[in-house]
């Protein structure tokens, strides 16, 4: 798993999934436009919805839960990062929300 910056997943969102793994709570304060939530709880019943030949960009709230998640989908045959700094950075950085 890589740890990529705020500003690289910037770039790779129309070839990549960003995959959005924050509680329903977290994700009402906004999401990157275009990403696909699935909490991080709910991942292994929801894989199906994931496209294994699409690389996927891990983000929650801050980076530990979605470096988690990046290693294991990794490990399930997917190629996922992890998004450093998560939404605060994002957010912080100005970067666009929905």
């Known amino acids: 798993m890589a740890e990529i910056t705020i ?36 991942l292994q ?15 929650c709230r801050s980076g530990n839960r979605s470096a988690r998640v990046a290693d294991a989908l990794n490990g399930a045959g997917f190629t996922a990062d992890t998004m450093a700094g998560g939404m605060s950075a994002w957010t912080t950085a100005g970067l666009p929300t929905t």
């Open 45 to 59: 019943a929801r894989l199906s919805e994931l496209n294994p030949s699409v690389p996927v960009i891990a983000v």
């Open 7 to 42: 500003h690289e997943a910037d770039q790779r969102r129309s070839e990549s999934i960003i995959l959005d793994v924050r509680e329903d709570f977290e994700v009402a304060e906004g999401m990157i436009p275009g990403a696909l939530h699935i909490p991080m709880g709910e």
